[in-house]
T-cell receptor, first 116, second 115 residues
Framework: AQKVTQAQTEISVVEKEDVTLDCVYE???????LFWYKQPPSGELVFLIR??????QNEISGRYSWNFQKSTSSFNFTITASQVVDSAVYFC?????????????FGTGTRLTIIP | DSGVTQTPKHLITATGQRVTLRCSPRSGDLSVYWYQQSLDQGLQFLIQYYNGEERAKGNILERFSAQQFPDLHSELNLSSLELGDSALYFC??????????????FGPGTRLTVL
């Protein structure tokens, strides 16, 4: 069975600091997809990134970057020069491609608070 | 704005009642997913519909049912409501190209409160 672990329940950093959110996953499949979503205080889930298991290249998007390491089954998310608007709950999710079942298995989320 | 719409935004009802949550997917998306977010269970997959057909089921209670209509909108029906059903219910949609797991875009959610 697939599982996603986000061990950090809550993180607080001062504005402009860098912060890394950890995500560790378990799956028996060789083909799978990893995602990060952001849930701001308003409650919606906002898509951030999708990565397939065959693409281990790190990705950077502005102040956001992701580090995918299959050897440690991790898909960590770093925010550089954090801002107050980054305060939210961040979810890591895993999807196995299995007979068209594309369900997402979510971690428990990390609540990030950026202190001004 | 993800392009996925959900109504109503908030719903307050009593135990034992039945409610219907509605979702319209993004234009062009064939799959609709329902998820439940609660404090004790986190974000849990309930059910997926693809082009009108049920494709996958998760931890969905027998008191809950869903359907996807020909215009691809979906409804989640919750009956014999219990206090523990209070949660945020999300709908998501994706293209479901069949070639991979496509990105699921989430609606704003319906917050259900059972009193």
């Amino acid at each position: 069975a697939q599982k996603v672990t986000q061990a950090q329940t809550e993180i607080s950093v001062v504005e402009k600091e860098d912060v890394t959110l950890d995500c560790v996953y378990e799956t028996r499949d060789t083909t799978y997809y990893l995602f990060w979503y952001k849930q701001p205080p308003s409650g919606e889930l906002v898509f951030l990134i999708r990565r397939n298991s065959f693409d281990e290249q790190n990705e950077i998007s502005g102040r956001y970057s992701w580090n995918f390491q299959k050897s440690t089954s991790s898909f960590n998310f770093t925010i550089t020069a954090s801002q107050v608007v980054d305060s939210a709950v961040y979810f890591c999710a895993l999807s196995e491609v299995y007979f068209g079942n594309e369900k997402l298995t979510f971690g428990t989320g990390t609540r990030l608070t950026i202190i001004p | 704005d993800s392009g996925v719409t959900q109504t109503p935004k908030h719903l307050i009802t009593a135990t034992g009642q039945r409610v219907t949550l509605r979702c319209s997917p993004r234009s062009g998306d064939l799959s609709v997913y329902w998820y439940q977010q609660s404090l004790d269970q986190g974000l849990q997959f309930l059910i997926q519909y693809y082009n009108g057909e049920e494709r996958a089921k998760g931890n969905i209670l027998e008191r809950f049912s869903a359907q996807q209509f020909p215009d691809l909108h979906s409804e989640l029906n919750l009956s014999s409501l219990e206090l523990g059903d209070s949660a945020l219910y999300f709908c998501a949609s994706s293209i479901s190209s069949g070639l991979s797991t496509d990105t699921q875009y989430f609606g704003p959610g319906t917050r259900l409160t059972v009193l």
